[in-house]
């Protein structure tokens, strides 16, 4: 495991990159828990300072010290797309290999629902349920709706994969040397499909993130705690661009685009790590 | 040919079993709504003036039955069912008393255009781009524009929908800050108001551009790379087959096929993507419409809207599926 | 008799570097020979011997982590003299198809599954036969009919037609531009023992009728016993022995191919197969002296410290065997 770590930081400059970037905003994250204030207390300081010594964030129109908001964001927004990412993981593990393996009825029943939720726009559907639940939508509500909608792309990989293992010869092999078929499952086979879990699980919580930054942006989403959505969302409320309070747009995004590269860059290098033809390649590149 | 209508008929009854069971969800969603449609339409028409108690009582009865909510659920249902089938999802909340489906129309073509101009250009340009990348993996402006791409690519629609429009709309004003066209212009086939739409359309299609092209782009570099070192691919060069009909015919005309269920997969996505993109530039499509029919609690425009775009989107796949057998020779169609 | 092919002291090795360890693979190790006018030469070796590696060079489909480390290697065509790697690709790239051409090994794959053949055709052989799209298509459906194939199939993909029938599309396509030289990669391997057969003899007709060489590479002696005039013998990257058909099989020279002879079956020979001790020696790190000396029943202490060298031992032939006067007594003895 290590050495795989060590291996891809030395060799696959993506990885690098992404792991410094992610890093660097996770251990941002972190910091909230040391953090001095309450995030949903409002005009605790003067607003509108902008970023310097004492403040590096700078203050925005509701009176919030911004360093200390985007430590709140970073971590519920992180939170938020590791919850949806483990639940949905679940969820498109157990669709995907109960229909890979039971096959027949079962498989085509699974695959007609799966066929509706990959053709469902997410969007649309989300708003509808804000637009029922309001402020019952709390944020575990809709991480666990965001889950719900989002296993069908990977259920479906998750049940290819599966299909080609079963017709593999060793899995005939485990067979007729009497090896029961749920431990065939476990011990031959999810070894081969965690790694895709875990590199889908971080394409996940960059579309989970996505979305919930595309709610909150709106205010479809609990207002009242700090993401990367809902900071847009309150600096927007306020005019921020148009009052000239630049920094208060300025560094959610530079946040949420450090985050959203950082996963994304670990998910295409893990994703090629997998992958054998493609790490052949760059060998062959004489890289 | 009779087996290709065969296939598109099973795959129509797919289309109607997806439409169906996305709007059949849509409408008990909406309606386990707190609001309730009659009352919220009283409150909206008597606002700002005194009326007469009775007057209030006898709109009362005629909304219940305008929307049908006097019944049992599943009546409701049924009901619901059978005006939907000819186009009518009650009349509006927000803009009383026109019809939802009305306010849907009007907004339709404006996103169906977006959806439709990015969704071909994007696809078309990243396969085209992404195969010559992955062919030629050493060319330089090719890698450039690959990491380029990479970098944009994870960027939720609404960062970079704002991005471009703070960049160029305020700090560099050189485009529209946002609606469909030039406010005071009269729709109409007109080549002021034409251009004004084009005008108007360049930065929300720019922005889905940019986050689009990259899907296609980094997929297809990744598809060719693999595609060239299939057996067909070597055997071609080895006969000296000239490349740029190797790169199209070979490589490319090969990976279409992946990229096509790619482009069916994705569709639902980009859908979402352009109604976010929409609300930033106040583009006049189903995404601003949503909006503000959420934002002014209109239920039954709420419920129009989401219907539509499961619709929309699900007839945007089915479109894509009927492609795929002219595409590849190899899938049988049954 | 003038040579199609002259190999003279070629090295090509795959120089990889991956993870910071960096890896040489020998696949093609000091190797000289010679291809003939009008003649099938077989290249017989086990898979990983480097039979692969040396035909990729032959038809110049080399990719970078492969290159000629050291040696030379010429073509003459007749009216053209080339040397593959010292000339422009695109020179090489305008001899294609027209001078020399490669039937592929795995006949369902190389085929572009959504194509139609015709258009492969087009693809492939319009431009080196230099003739016009309405001549052009007579000549080919000609051309098919001396390989017992339709006219129809230029109509139809791939995958509708059967794995013996790609395999003859592909010698087609490799064959219809009248080639002075045609490689030959285990074009049979993947087929079913009369469609084999069927598909040798055809290449063999079609070979005496053009007056082209054959480089066929399989690992099936009883195919080389079949088709060819000459073998090569190639053992871990290098030749081994190399000589006329006939007598190589008669009285092998080298244990090497001694034990490739005896592996096939006869009719009516009861005798045991013995297989070969151990694994092909990786070419990465390949054994000192004689690199089939960890598994050679004969072998002595010199083998291993000394190569030998590949010697001419009359009769066309040449062997790389410090034991070459002697292997047969030598090897029943260690029976």
Redesign the interface.
Known sequence: MFKVFSDLMRYNIEFAIGFFLFLFVFIFGALSFFSPVDPTQIYMLVPDIKPNAQYWFGTNSRGQDLFWQMTFAVRNSLLFGFTVAMMSRVLSLVIGLVSGYAGGWADRILMFVNDIFVSIPVFPILVLFFFVLRDDLTTLNLAILVALLGWAFDARLIRSMMLSLKHREFTQHAIFSGMPMHKIVLKEHLPYIMPIVFSTALANMIWSIGIEVTLAVLGFANISIPTFGTMLYWANNHSAMIAGIWWWILIPVVFIAMTFLGLYLLSVSLNEYIDPRQRLRRMGGGS | MINYLLFAAKRFL?LV??VF??VS??FF??H???IDPVEAAIRRSTRNSNVNPEAVEKMRETLTALYGVDVPMWQQFTNFWSKVVVGDFGPSLLSFPTPTMDLVLRALPWTVGLLLVTVLGTWCIGNFLGAFAGYF?NNKYLKAFGIVT??I???????VA??TL?LLA?IWPILPLGGGYAIGLVQEWSWVFVLSVMKHAILPILSLILVGLGLWFLGMR?LV??II????V????????SKP?IVI??VM??AL?PQLTAL??A???I??GT??TE?VFSYPGLGSL??RA?NS?D?TL??A??SV??AA??VA?FIVDLLHPL????IKVE | MSDVLTVNKLKAYYIMNYFGTKREVRAVDNVSLTIRKNEIYGIAGESSSGKTSLIKVFAAAMRPPFEIVDGDIKFDFGDVKIDPYAEDKSKVDALRWSHFSYIMQGSMSVLNPVRKIGKTFEDFALKPMGVSKAEFIPLVIEHLKKLKLSPDILNSYPHELSGGMCQRVTIALATVCRPKFIIADEPTTALDVVVQKEVLSMIRGIQQEMGSSVVFVTHDMSVHANITDRIGIFYAGRLVEEGPTKLMFEQPKHPYTYHLVSSIPRIGDTQRRTSLEGKPPSLATPPNGCRFHPRCPIATDKCSQENPELVDVGEGRRVACFHSDKVKPLLEAAQ
Do not use: C, H, T, W
């Open positions: 797919q079993a997806v069971s996305g969800v849509a969603v909406s386990l709504s707190p993996q990479m970098s690519q994870p960027i939720p629609y609404y960062i704002f991005l703070i305020f990744a790379s693999n070192s299939e057996d067909y070597v055997f071609a060069e080895l006969a000296g087959v009909k015919s070979y005309r090969n096929v069916a997969m569709i639902g996505g859908f979402s109604i976010i609300q949503l909006v959420v609690g239920y709420v419920l809207v989401s775009a499961v989107v699900a796949i595409l590849d020779p190899r």
